[in-house]
């Protein structure tokens, strides 16, 4: 039977190579890359070293710590979901203003065009 | 200030999404009221609207990309301060707005009484949008009696803010555009117009009741976030690329 270290480490391992991977071939924009960066760095620290949340818990008066972990990841889940809203609020910003400097950029294309045809 | 109500120098700004049947009877009566330049910006339609305003002598702006009634206003009100013009009116292309009442709308902006005004019509809505129009009033303070009118009339100042980054994420002319114009500074005064019913169909805001749950759970929210906003200095002062 193999320790869980073991098991934990393999997993650790295997998601931080993940992300390093896509980060390095360059599928992840800047702030994004560092996000997950730190957040391949702590699966590997934690896959190797799972007792460390066992001793964090205990000090922070968790009677079951294992649940230190789920409860940080869940937080941590959501502040990425509420960052991936913000961005996209803003991407919609750009998007918007796009859609209509392309359709003023077009009218006067239009009209410079039309200026210019009877003497061509 | 203009010259009279028709002058050039104004714009009328209609947004329009699949209005064939009616934009070109919209842009001829707006022509036989004044001789304001009439801009059309069509909402990515897919009908003949786009052919039917350049046939009835609108300026058509084109959005490659569906924004809403909102986002097209935007687009016509960054032309129109672009293009010079002194004063933008707004108003819908399904035939509901007279443009008879252009004059009524341009004058206290004339005068300089107000930055912005607005023809309203409260007794055309039903007695539940009256309520939700209350509600919107006590979240915000908003002295205002016809919080979603389209039919309005603005000045550079109100454009200004009105083509901000910040309006860009709103979806309806209504509270969230009052409350920049009211956080702005800008005085709103209502005109009391006449409105016809719609020539063709219904409100799109008001068509079914999980999206009016959906519009006002939004608006309420809008209006809880904005509602005692303090002017900053750079709020009044970021400019915008036109």
Do not use: C, F, I, T
């Given at each position: 039977m193999i320790s869980y270290q073991l098991t934990s480490s393999l997993i650790g391992i295997i998601v931080a190579a993940a992300i390093i991977f896509l980060v390095r071939r360059g599928h992840m924009h800047g702030p994004y890359a560092v996000w997950w960066l730190c957040a391949a760095c702590v699966f590997f620290l934690l896959g190797l070293f799972p007792r460390v949340v066992d001793q964090f818990g205990v000090a922070l008066g968790v009677?079951?710590?294992p649940m230190l972990a789920v409860i940080l990841g869940f937080v941590m889940i959501v502040i990425k979901v509420l960052l991936l809203d913000l961005e996209r609020s803003r991407q919609e910003i750009a998007i918007r203003r796009l859609v209509q400097r392309v359709a003023l950029l077009q009218d006067r294309l239009h009209e410079l065009e039309s200026s210019q045809s009877p003497t061509d | 200030m203009l010259d009279s109500p028709a002058s050039p120098r104004c714009a009328v700004v209609i947004p329009a999404f699949n209005e064939e049947t009616t934009i070109a009877a919209v842009i001829d009566r707006v022509h036989q009221s004044c001789n304001a330049y009439v801009i059309v910006v069509d909402d990515a339609s897919q009908d003949q609207t786009i052919a039917e305003a350049r046939r009835a002598g609108a300026r058509v702006i084109c959005l490659p990309q569906r924004l809403g009634a909102w986002g097209a206003i935007q687009t016509g009100l960054r032309y129109a301060l672009k293009n010079d013009y002194a004063i933008a009116i707004t108003m819908d292309?399904?035939?509901?707005?007279?443009?008879?009442f252009i004059p009524a709308l341009l004058q206290p902006i004339e005068q300089n009484q107000a930055e912005v005004t607005i023809g309203a019509?409260?007794?055309?809505?039903?007695n539940a949008r009256r309520l939700a129009w209350r509600w919107f009033r006590m979240l915000t303070g908003l002295k205002i009696e016809d919080i979603t009118s389209g039919f309005r009339a603005y000045n550079r100042s109100a454009m200004r803010i009105m083509i901000k980054s910040a309006a860009s994420l709103l979806d309806y002319q209504d509270v969230g555009v009052l409350l920049m114009l009211r956080n702005g500074g800008q005085r709103i005064i209502e005109v009391p117009v006449a409105m016809q019913a719609r020539a063709n169909g219904k409100s799109r805001v008001f068509s079914s009741w999980l999206i009016v749950a959906k519009y006002m759970a939004h608006t309420s929210l809008l209006a809880l976030a904005r509602m005692n906003r303090p002017q900053s200095k750079h709020y009044l002062s970021k400019s915008e690329r036109l």
């Open positions: 009677s079951y710590p | 292309a399904d035939g509901q707005h007279d443009p008879g019509a409260p007794a055309r809505v039903s």
